[in-house]
């Protein structure tokens, strides 16, 4: 419910704002917005994963990672297949379900793909958006391997991918020096990508070029996880780290 | 020590993100916009401006406190607070205060004043005072609303994640009054006091507000600060410490 209420708010906003400024129905239309903003919100509860807090408190602070460290099994496999992935299906078919009633009830005020590739690319880009927000979570919360307060950096990433990762607002609506900034980031690819595949509002000679950088974040943050994991595994003490 | 230093640092840093989130958010939705609701997109960053400086007070000032009610009362701790000689309500509201917020307040002042500034809004003494006296009555009429909330707690004590929810609700402070109540009747009952709360105070520095207005706030703040008073001090009657 709670992460539904500000998307919501913003997507009422944006209605009233093309109901009393046409002059900006040029660039976007209700439909888009609204199919947009469901579409964000949906992906949000089924992408975005929330492990950072967890990992930190629970598994280094409290030493439940030593346990974690007896199994014969990858830590990461385990983190994503049994930790959160029934998670975020139990979240994201939630939404999912909400967006198919609206969308049957309401189709004037939705705009998805009707191409069955997009949808299929659209899916295997959500997957990796998955993966790419899973191991960004993870490092930072393999942060407090070395660090006791990460609140400050765990505050200063939620704010900066609310802002950037398209949360609050489609990123064609931000000036083009800040779009540019975005796309340089990973956080776009984590669900606002898979967000413009969905309502097709992706242009199709651009759709490639997502996914490539999209495997390419994929590559580097799982290169980078393992850095750190290996790294932190080191400089762990269990309880009283 | 060393430790103390880093929270102060974060939390510095923390609530300048936020503000600077809340900020962009709205200039960039009102970029392009001439009009919305009756607004134009410099009224409303002025708005934005405004509720980055509130927040500031109340969050330095209320919702840390507010976070530690349901945590006191399902650890049995609240028993403590009650013995005490000091009225509970005060006590359990203004524990702690956060002198890191006066950053964000700071920061929004700078950015009211560079608003006001550059876009000519007639302002005077008599304007600044009487928006900060009807700030002030914003300030109680969200404070009620979060105790209404939170004093539910007394009954279901596991529902800790309740100060969430109302850090959410205030965000629709971020947009006028009007707004909501273009989006409808539910909007009315939940958001109002939310929107009502800051949206007057601007009209009253911009020399929009009417007295009518000005009636409504004063009347929405004392009717909800009675009434959640005497649903705090009602929920206390049914308090029985940590097996509640």
């Known amino acids: 419910m709670m992460s539904i209420f500000v998307p919501t708010l913003l997507c009422m906003y944006w209605v009233f704002v093309l109901r009393d400024n046409p002059n900006l129905a040029s660039q976007f239309k209700v439909e888009q917005i609204v199919s947009y903003y469901v579409v964000i919100v949906t992906l949000s509860a089924l992408l975005v994963s929330h492990m950072k807090e967890w990992i930190m408190r629970e598994e280094i602070q409290q030493g439940g990672l030593s346990r974690m460290l007896l199994k014969p099994y990858s830590y990461y496999a385990f983190n994503a297949l049994f930790h959160e992935l029934p998670y975020r299906i139990v979240q ?143 400089a762990f003490t269990a309880a009283g780290n | 020590m060393l430790l103390f230093r880093v929270n102060t640092v974060g939390m510095l840093v923390s609530t300048v993100l936020w503000s600077g989130l809340t900020l962009s958010t709205v200039y960039f939705a009102t970029r392009g916009v001439r009009s919305v609701f009756g607004y134009s997109g410099e009224q409303l960053m002025v708005l934005a401006a405004i509720q980055v400086i509130f927040l500031g007070f109340f969050h330095g000032i209320i919702s ?84 209404l909330v939170t004093t539910l707690v007394v009954w279901f004590p596991q529902m800790d994640n309740i100060v969430d929810f109302l850090y959410y609700l205030n ?22 006091p939310f929107a009502l709360a800051l949206t007057i105070p601007m009209k009253a520095l911009l020399g929009m507000v009417t007295s009518a207005e000005i009636v409504a706030l004063i009347f929405a703040t004392l009717i909800l600060f009675f009434l959640s008073r005497r649903f705090w001090l009602f929920a206390l009657r049914h308090y029985t410490s940590a097996s509640s």
């Open chain 1, 92 to 234: 994201g078919g939630y939404g999912a379900i909400i967006v198919g009633c609206l969308s049957l009830f309401f189709p004037h005020l939705f705009t998805f793909s009707d191409s069955l590739p997009l949808i299929g690319l659209a899916i295997f880009s959500s997957v990796l958006g998955f993966f790419i927000c899973h191991n960004i979570e993870q490092m930072l919360g393999f942060l407090a391997f070395w660090l006791y307060d990460l609140r400050l950096i765990h505050n200063a990433y939620d704010t900066i991918f609310i802002l950037l990762g398209g949360v609050n607002m489609p990123l064609y609506l931000f000036p083009d020096f800040l779009e540019r900034v975005a796309f340089l980031t990973p956080l776009p690819y984590i669900i606002y990508v898979p967000a413009l595949l969905f309502t097709g509002q992706a242009h199709s000679d651009a759709v490639s070029g997502y996914i490539a950088t999209q495997i390419m974040w994929l590559m580097v943050t799982s290169i980078l996880y393992r850095i750190v994991w290996h790294a932190g595994i080191k």
């Open chain 2, 64 to 147: 840390k406190n507010m976070e530690r009610i349901p945590e006191l009362m399902n650890r049995g701790t609240f028993d403590f607070l009650l013995l005490k000689p000091i009225d509970a309500q005060f006590s359990a509201s203004l524990t702690y205060v956060y002198p890191a917020y006066m950053v964000r307040i700071l920061l929004g002042v700078g950015v009211l004043a560079y608003y006001l500034h550059l876009y000519g809004f007639a302002t005077s003494w008599f304007s600044i005072a009487l928006f900060g006296i009807l700030l002030i009555f914003g300030f109680v009429t969200i404070y009620s609303v979060w105790l």
């Open chain 2, 171 to 192: 965000v629709s402070s971020r947009f006028p009054y009007e707004f909501l109540r273009e989006i409808g009747f539910m909007a009315l009952l939940f958001l109002f």
